[in-house]
């Protein structure tokens, strides 16, 4: 390895002029090298950019749904067969929640659900908003990691006695209270008026879905007491009492054995009815980075392809320049210069044009990213390992393309080479 660096490191800086010289005298062959360089590295950094901002975005959303809960919604049909359904199956309830979390010990703790229905945009003496009313137990927010920015979140003895506090997504605060004194205001939901007591932090999630699951939305979302929701909001007799029911599960049990109990006690509880349906947010993550895998597999090798190409050119256009360059190598070797000397110069050149590629490979990968970013919302994150490891493929690749042309130039024989002119 040493020797490696002594090769390379012996009056650099004289050399590496040369190169550039030499390169910058035929700019446009060897701009046209380059670009396969250039979409290499490029297309490695902008991949590797996408899939680390879509994991770390999946990581959010995990964070939102709970990586260790298991959601269960309501899936009761709005067709003529509900009242059928109703005879065996009262639907997603308070009950249900209680019944598992009583004869499952591996369940730490629940929060129910419930979507309210709202019959016209909600209102506040500075504004209104079109936003979602859920109903949610106490112990939801801890689960989904939500936390407020301003003021408070209730808490069980607010949801024992019915009270009728509202916390606001921020996105919600903005469109009810401009001026942004949202604390102890009151907003009317349908008919009834409730006092804002917090504002939850924004997420800033840039997407709404996960694996096919609605996630995030709590910006433009406002909460109250679920058994406010369920004795002081109207709701239809044939509804299920919960549209959700979050279920966390102790860090001992296997989650998917816990899916299993849990779905065998509601099913005997709603009379075999297939009204409700299980997420959990574990298997849907591993879904995602399974997804995350092929994509940055399939991109490496297209990455891959077009640095070999890149490389083929490199070769190509220092076998050219052996040619053109015949006499200067005789030249040098008449002078003295040893084989290694012949040798080091055309790989310097090599690693000059490997490097140039680089760094605009590096641009043109950053360019990309933002571009994706730009045009279709998905989140990017760059990593400076992956930066380096992409300049030292790139490098390594042109070089070892290199090495051919520059072990041809040193065997010319110089009384040859210099009768060639």
């Not at 607010?158 to 921020?170: E, T, V």
């Not at 040619?323 to 790989?347: C, K, M, W, Y």
């Not at 989140?379 to 393309?401: Q, Y």
Request: a negative charge; charged letters at 20%.
């Amino acid at each position: 390895m040493s020797r490696f660096f002594a090769f390379f490191s012996k009056d650099l800086i004289p050399d590496v002029k040369l190169a550039l010289t030499y390169l910058a005298h035929h700019g446009l062959r060897t701009f046209l090298t380059l670009l396969g360089m250039i979409f290499g590295v490029g297309a490695v950094i902008a991949m590797l950019a996408v899939s680390r901002g879509g994991e770390i975005e999946a990581l959010k959303m995990i964070e939102g749904m709970g990586v260790r809960n298991l959601i269960v919604h309501d899936e009761s049909p709005l067709d003529d067969s509900l009242a059928d359904i109703r005879q065996h199956s009262a639907g997603l309830s308070v009950a249900d929640a209680k019944a598992i979390a009583d004869t499952m010990p591996f369940v730490d703790t629940w929060a129910g659900i419930r979507v309210v229905p709202v019959w016209d945009d909600l209102f506040s003496p500075q504004g209104n908003s079109s936003a979602e009313v859920w109903a949610v137990s106490p112990g939801f927010f801890q689960m989904s990691g939500l936390e407020p920015s301003l003021g408070r979140l209730f808490d069980i003895e607010d949801d024992a006695r019915f009270a009728q506090y509202a916390l606001l997504g921020d996105a919600a605060a903005r469109r009810l209270f401009p001026r942004g004194d949202a604390i102890g205001q009151r907003v009317k939901i349908n008919y009834l008026w409730v006092e804002v007591i917090g504002v939850l932090r924004d997420r800033q999630l840039t997407g709404e879905s996960f694996q096919g699951e609605q996630v995030g939305g709590e910006s433009d979302r406002v909460y109250i007491p679920l058994q406010t929701g369920l004795k002081r909001m109207s709701r239809n007799q044939m509804d299920s009492e919960l549209s959700m029911l979050k279920i966390k599960i102790a860090p001992s049990q296997d989650l998917s054995a816990a899916a299993e109990a849990i779905d065998l006690i509601l099913d005997r509880r709603h009379g075999g009815q297939d009204d409700f349906r299980m997420v959990v947010p574990a298997k849907l993550l591993a879904q995602q980075r399974q997804t995350q895998r092929i994509f940055a597999i399939v991109m490496c090798v297209v990455a891959g392809i077009s640095l070999v190409v890149g490389g083929i050119g490199i070769m190509n256009i220092m076998l050219a320049c052996v040619l053109e360059r015949r006499s200067e190598i005789g030249l040098l070797r008449a002078v003295g210069a040893r084989r290694t000397d012949v040798v080091r110069q055309f790989l310097i050149e090599t690693t000059v044009i490997a490097l140039l590629g680089a760094f605009l490979g590096i641009i043109a990968g950053v360019v990309i990213a933002y571009g994706v970013n730009l045009f279709s919302h998905w989140a990017v994150a760059f990593s400076l390992l992956s930066i380096v490891v992409a300049v030292i493929v790139c490098a390594t690749i042109a070089v070892g393309f290199g090495v051919y042309p520059a072990m041809a130039a040193s065997k010319l024989d110089p009384v040859a080479a210099l009768q060639s002119e």
